[in-house]
């Protein structure tokens, strides 16, 4: 049998349940909507040469446009075992719920994937509910996610840096840190106008794309000196979104 010069011929996808997660279905192998374009494969490729090939699994499995875990599986004649990665579609956005409204914001996994993912994490435990934007200072940004309610809480854990070449304008969210560039885990701040000071130096990782106002009547608080706000600002919640509303 001559070898598979498509790479959509070697590759096989599937569910991937957590085996934790309650009422886990089986694995199932997703079947494609479409055929794909024919993607070839670039020469040498089975004999060593590395050369990156894209695919867009969204065009070809229907599974793959909301959130959900997959294991995606290639195999080549020329390789004695087939190459398998763990695949996870993860959800756009979020949803702050403050007792001033509701920030809704868009992840930019492209750009911050491990902090994105980080975030969701969280999120899913419910760390953020009841905590505090603890520091707001006029012009800049409010600062949250800290347990302990004064900035030296976190998670427990460190994550890596990711800087990136988004910008930090309004509404811009980005991961708040010590002098140590990894020393980021669970605090955040969302820009209230361009800090250009931040670029490259902090992890922007998401938009406010959804209750600016919001925002801009918790800026409208003030703050004393260090950034404590002159009145309380807590995240009731945050839950994440599978569709992202339209601005308001």
């Known amino acids: 049998m001559p070898a598979p010069t498509d790479v959509w011929d070697g590759l096989r996808v599937r569910t991937d349940p957590a085996p934790e997660a309650s009422g886990a279905t089986p694995p199932s192998e997703l079947r494609a909507k479409a055929s794909p374009a024919p993607v ?15 695919l867009d699994l969204s065009a070809a ?12 599986t290639w195999s080549h004649p020329a390789f004695a075992a087939p190459a398998s990665a763990a695949l996870r579609v993860v959800e756009p956005g979020a949803r702050i719920r403050t007792n001033f409204g509701e920030i809704d914001i868009e992840f930019h ?5 491990r902090t994105v993912i980080n975030f969701i994490s969280l999120a899913r435990k419910k760390f953020y509910d009841g905590l505090s934007f603890h520091r707001i200072i006029p012009g800049f ?9 004064d900035g030296t809480g976190d998670a427990g854990y460190k994550i890596k840096a990711e800087f990136n070449a988004r910008k930090h304008t309004a509404g811009t969210v980005s991961m708040a840190r010590a002098q140590d560039p990894d020393s980021a885990g669970s605090q955040f701040f969302i820009c209230f106008g361009t800090a250009s ?19 801009r009547k918790i800026e409208g608080v003030g703050s004393a000196p260090l950034g404590r ?8 919640s945050v839950t994440l979104l599978e569709s992202l509303p339209g601005p308001k």
């Open 40 to 54: 070839a494969l670039p020469p040498l490729w089975a004999y060593g040469q590395q050369k990156a090939v894209r």
């Open 61 to 72: 499995y229907a599974e793959f446009t909301r959130p959900g875990a997959f294991r995606a």
């Open 109 to 113: 996994p492209e750009d911050a994937p």
């Open 141 to 149: 940004m409010m600062q949250g996610g800290c347990p302990k309610g």
């Open 197 to 215: 000071h931040l670029d490259g130096q902090y992890t922007a990782f998401a938009q406010v794309v959804r209750g600016m106002d919001v925002v």
């Open 229 to 236: 706000p002159m009145e309380r600002v807590v995240m009731e």
